[in-house]
């Protein structure tokens, strides 16, 4: 990965660094978690097919079993593909001398000894701090001129993993069938629906499209929003995407936030529908796993709410109820009218006045 406006070995060396060493990351339970996760998410991937009726029109899902730093690997050669246009208008800024941009309005010998730092620092220090959280993740960001053994892996974090299921006296076998109904059901949302994929992607670049990173107006907005807390009139709720973005960045944002609502209430509903005679202890994984979201405190309660991951929370907990008042008012054949077209996604507002969108479909079908 080549780009000057980011410097990504040194995002690799910080995340290595915050993602520190688990006691289970050389133990010899690891091995048996390859064998067991393929079973287990070839299993899943059945079960979810069975309860969404979405089966995979991209082939059986693979596994692997990574350690921490194989997650912030993947995930940083994620980000390199689908920030590479964004990242290549940067270092066009860097070599233009005629026009001013980004790294270009700091001082010459900072532009290009630390804006680039910073950068990859700050990506470094985000994906080594989720690294010691993430326990499974599906790899969606497909891009179809890249190598395809690389892409559309369903990831889960070995040390992870282990920890939960010694921490808390997880069942291992219902545990990791449990976490993999969860990331199958995201593949299966993004390989079951062909136009899904190429919408949320095209999502993202329109926000990438309309970066315009000027550090004056970004330092003004930091200042504005500090002095607001300060009086009492601010919030950092939606974390610092949202307090940065522009009007017309905030409309993508909240369809960017109803879809991946409805994909993770979705998600959370299926896992635990699919799984519900074959893991008795899921009600007790889904109330640890709660509990451990919201008991972060110190650092990483600040961190969760500068990036807008409080605000995330409970916009998953919008997406479960969304999901269920629809299936209460016309059953799953009125709910997956959601995944007809881009047009039937429902919106943020919608997602938190369900009957708005139904009242939407019900008149677009004639029903």
């Known amino acids: ?48 097919a069975v309860e969404t009726g979405l089966p995979s029109l991209a082939g059986p899902a693979r596994s692997r079993v990574a350690d921490r730093m194989m997650w912030v690997e993947a995930n940083l050669n994620s980000f390199d593909r689908l920030m590479r246009p964004l990242l290549g208008r940067l270092d066009d800024e860097l070599d233009d001398e005629d026009e001013p941009g980004f790294f270009s309005k700091l001082t010459a010998p900072l532009a290009e000894a630390i804006g680039p730092r910073v950068a990859g620092a700050e990506m470094g220090a985000l994906l080594g701090w989720m690294s010691t959280r993430v326990i499974g993740q599906y790899d969606l960001l497909i891009i179809e001129d890249e190598r395809p053994e690389d892409q559309d892996w369903v990831y889960y974090v070995a040390p992870n993993v282990l ?9 291992p076998k219902e545990f990791r069938l449990w976490i993999a109904l969860h990331e199958c059901t995201h593949r299966a949302q993004f390989t079951g629906v062909p136009w899904l994929r190429p919408y949320f992607l095209s999502l993202v670049n329109e926000l990438l499209d309309s970066v315009d990173p000027d550090p004056q107006r970004v330092m003004a907005t930091i200042k504005g929003a500090i002095e607001d807390r300060k009086s009492g009139q601010g919030s950092l709720d939606g974390g610092i995407s949202q307090l940065l973005a522009s009007p017309e960045q905030r409309l993508v944002l909240d369809k960017v936030t ?102 939407r479909v019900n008149a677009s079908t004639g029903a």
């Open 1 to 48: 990965m080549v780009s000057s406006a980011v410097d990504w070995d040194l995002a690799r060396t910080i995340a290595g660094r915050v993602s520190g060493n688990d006691p289970f990351e050389d133990s010899y339970l690891v091995q048996s978690l390859e064998p067991d996760l393929e079973s287990l998410t070839a299993q899943a991937e059945e079960l979810v």
């Open 163 to 171: 920890s939960l299921e010694k921490r808390y006296g997880f069942p």
């Open 258 to 359: 109803g879809l991946m609502s409805l994909l993770e209430g979705h998600g959370d509903i299926v896992m635990d529908r699919a799984g519900e005679h074959l893991i008795p202890s899921q009600p007790r994984f889904a109330r640890v796993m709660s509990q451990r979201r919201s008991s972060a405190s110190g650092p990483s309660k600040l961190l969760q709410k500068v990036l807008g991951f409080e605000a995330k929370l409970a916009q998953y907990a919008e997406g479960e109820t969304f999901v269920q008042a629809v299936e209460a008012d016309g059953g799953r054949e009125l709910f997956d009218q959601v995944w007809t077209s881009a047009e039937m996604l429902p919106d943020i507002e919608e997602i938190r006045a369900p009957e708005l969108w139904i009242k």
